[in-house]
């Protein structure tokens, strides 16, 4: 049983891809507030949040595929 996504139980979910960019846009807003922070900490934040995005990204591609490859199996 799913809370987020959609399925048989939850057919108001999101598709992965979706919910995945929209955690993707909160961390890339929250990046902005760290862009001008000059403290060595605020600086690894956004290093590492540039590498989520990143990693974010490659994921809604592959979850764009299956919901692809799914639609072609229907």
Sequence with gaps: MSKHLVS???PN?????ELLA?????????????AED???E???VLENNLEIAQLLTDAI???EVNSQTLAEDL
């Excluded at 979910?13 to 891809?17: D, F, I, L, T």
């Excluded at 929209?22 to 760290?34: P, S, V």
């Design 61 to 63: 591609h592959l979850a």
């Design 42 to 44: 605020a600086k690894t």
């Design 13 to 17: 979910g999101q598709r992965s891809e």
């Design 38 to 40: 000059p403290r060595p």
């Design 22 to 34: 929209e955690i993707r846009a909160e961390i890339l807003g929250r990046m902005a507030a760290y």
């Design 8 to 10: 048989a139980d939850n």
